[in-house]
Structure formats: structure tokens, C-alpha cells
């Protein structure tokens, strides 16, 4: 039995995956090695246009829905890759920046066209 690397739990002979960190097992003849994860880069763009997003540029907002949504799409396809989290919230950021955008134009049109 084998142990990861990255967090130290038991790997399966046949396990893929680390079951507790998600890191990737690369089998060998003679033992078993834990293939270092990396970030995605499309999660740490739909983070950071998400931010921007908030400052009421609607086009960085939809670009960070876009990008969350790929980077959410590729992450389970390849467990390997990290971020999640930053993809989740880039997204949500996007669709807040976005309602912040359209309540913004409700409010001046209110200004403008009061009943």
C-alpha cells in the first residue's frame, strides 16, 4: 500500500486518485507516485474578472461567468486540476456584478422617467 504525497493518506494498488486530496497516482513497477496538482488558470481569471465585474464593468462580469463555468467544466473532467473554489466564486461574482449592473440602469432609468 502506498501512501500520497501530497496529504499522506493510503492510496488503492489501483486508485487513480488520491481519495482524500484528489492528487493523481502514477503507477509504476515498483512504486506508486502522486503527481502534483496544478491550478487553473481559466479559475483564476473568472475570479479576478469577477472582482472587476463588481466595479461595474458588465464585460468583465460575463467574461467571469463565462470562464467559471469552463473552468468548472475542466475541473471534472481532470480531478487533477485545483481551483474550484475560485472558479465558483468568480462565477458568482460575474452574476452579482451583473445584478449590480441591471439595478444600477433600473435606478438612473427611475431618475429619468419618474412616474
Known sequence: MA???ECGAQVGERG???GKCGA???VS???QKVEKRGNSGLAVASLALGIAGLFCLWPCAVL???L????KGRMERDPSLTGRSMARAGLYLGIAGLVEIILLVIGMLALVFPH
Open 16 to 18: 487513480t486518485f488520491c
Open 68 to 71: 467559471g463555468a469552463t473552468a
Open 3 to 5: 501512501f500520497c504525497t
Open 29 to 31: 513497477d515498483s512504486h
Open 64 to 66: 467571469a461567468i463565462v
Open 24 to 26: 493523481k497516482v502514477i
